[in-house]
């Protein structure tokens, strides 16, 4: 899975193409993270807008929170690493 803009994967390169609709998870799950991409999509997509600083750090939030329930679906057999977007949501999450 794409974005359509930037053609940035969710998956490592090294994994097959549309691996999400092979992934043993929910429906539900499947359509959030293709609305979370979509999302991203949209925002870069607008002219002269890659995002404001708070809608960016929302958008890493959600991405993170879909990382740790994409985890908790797939249990131990999938090792799920998250790259955060924004430095404020990386920092807020490693001082938990």
């Known amino acids: ?5 930037t053609g940035i ?8 193409e549309n691996l999400e609709d ?6 539900q799950l499947r359509h959030r993270i293709g609305s ?6 949209d925002m870069i997509g607008r002219k002269g807008h890659s ?12 991405g993170y929170q879909l990382s740790l329930d994409l985890a908790e679906e797939l249990g131990s057999t999938y090792q799920i690493e998250y790259h955060f977007e924004t430095s ?4 807020a999450v490693r001082g938990r």
């Open 1 to 5: 899975m794409t974005d359509d803009i």
């Open 9 to 16: 994967a969710l998956w490592g390169q090294e994994i097959v």
């Open 22 to 27: 092979e992934l043993p998870i929910s429906a």
């Open 36 to 41: 979370w991409v979509d999302g991203y999509t």
């Open 51 to 62: 995002g404001d600083e708070e809608t960016l750090a929302a958008h890493d939030r959600r």
């Open 88 to 91: 404020a949501v990386r920092e």
